[in-house]
């Protein structure tokens, strides 16, 4: 199965952006499509955004639309999550995952998560 490792998290002022990095090592990264999951303190895990395996197809949770991009780079195996606009609610640890299904579960590979603070 594929390996995933996010990256990019960190603390940041309300309004203000980051970007997530979620890097794939082995499997089959170009065939798969590929999302973003959140899960904040005390909370259950949900869905941020999805993306095809080609890239030219996306869906996003609708706390996040507008705000949010998800994107990827087949030739570097990675996927990112642009993330403008940040609110306190967004703070969460982000985690990729891989083999995204027709009904927003994954079926394959998670990375370990990267925290994402945003302060008010």
């Known amino acids: 199965q594929v390996r995933l490792e996010e990256s990019g998290g960190g603390l940041v002022q309300a309004g203000g952006s980051l970007r997530l990095s979620c890097s794939a090592s082995?499997?089959?990264?170009?065939?798969?499509?590929m999302g973003w999951f959140r899960q904040g303190l005390g909370k259950e895990r949900e869905f941020v955004a999805v993306?095809?395996?080609?890239?030219?197809?996306?869906q996003y949770a609708e706390s996040v639309k507008g705000r949010f991009t998800i994107s990827r780079d087949n030739a570097k195996n990675t996927v990112y999550l642009q993330m403008n606009s940040l609110r306190p609610e967004d703070t969460a640890v982000y985690y990729c995952?891989?083999?995204?299904?027709?009904?927003?579960?994954?079926?394959?590979?998670w990375g370990q998560g990267t925290q994402v603070t945003v302060s008010s």
């Open positions: 995952a891989a083999r995204i299904n027709y009904d927003l579960t994954a079926s394959g590979s």
């Open positions: 082995g499997g089959t990264f170009s065939r798969d499509a």
């Open positions: 993306i095809n395996h080609s890239g030219d197809t996306t």
